[in-house]
């Protein structure tokens, strides 16, 4: 039998608020995951990581950044070929960016564009401009 539009409205409500709560659950996961990546990383001295994050800690809430979204960005595309939006907000939540942004990669993305260090590839893909 097929259901109403009030019961499909409702069953994409109830989805709508488990998908909402699955992201925050995947943000706090996150912030568990990069400070266990730097514990790993101060045991074993200075990595590709560890380079990457130096000085990309914000200091405290509120106050700006150590360094830019834009230079942690442009160290974490250096060396490498043309890549995803999402990934690269991955890597820089990995090398120690503090956001509290649930659509950071959205952040990411608007800085990629405004900044002249980055190129569009195509559509959701950036490299260097170099």
């Given at each position: 039998?097929?259901?109403?539009?009030?019961?499909?409205?409702?069953e994409?409500?109830?989805?709508?608020?488990?998908?909402?709560?699955?992201?925050?659950?995947?943000?706090?996961?996150?912030?568990?995951?990069?400070?266990?990546?730097?514990?790993?990383?101060?045991l074993?001295?200075?990595?590709?990581?560890?380079?990457?994050?130096?000085?990309a800690?914000?200091?405290?809430?509120?106050?700006?950044?150590?360094v830019?979204?834009?230079?942690?960005?442009?160290?974490?595309?250096?060396?490498?070929?043309?890549?995803?939006?999402?990934?690269?907000?991955?890597?820089?939540?990995?090398?120690?960016?503090?956001?509290k942004?649930?659509?950071?990669d959205?952040?990411?993305?608007?800085?990629?564009?405004a900044?002249?260090?980055?190129?569009?590839?195509?559509?959701?893909?950036?490299?260097?401009?170099?």
């Amino acid at each position: 039998m097929a259901k109403s539009i009030s019961e499909l409205r409702g069953e994409l409500a109830t989805k709508e608020r488990l998908l909402q709560k699955l992201e925050a659950k995947r943000g706090k996961l996150a912030v568990q995951l990069s400070k266990t990546d730097k514990q790993i990383t101060a045991l074993l001295g200075k990595t590709s990581r560890a380079i990457i994050s130096a000085g990309a800690k914000r200091i405290r809430k509120g106050r700006k950044a150590a360094v830019s979204l834009g230079d942690i960005l442009e160290r974490a595309l250096k060396g490498k070929g043309s890549i995803r939006v999402k990934d690269v907000a991955n890597m820089a939540l990995e090398a120690g960016y503090k956001t509290k942004s649930k659509h950071f990669d959205n952040i990411v993305s608007q800085t990629l564009k405004a900044d002249k260090r980055f190129r569009r590839v195509r559509r959701g893909i950036y490299k260097l401009a170099k």
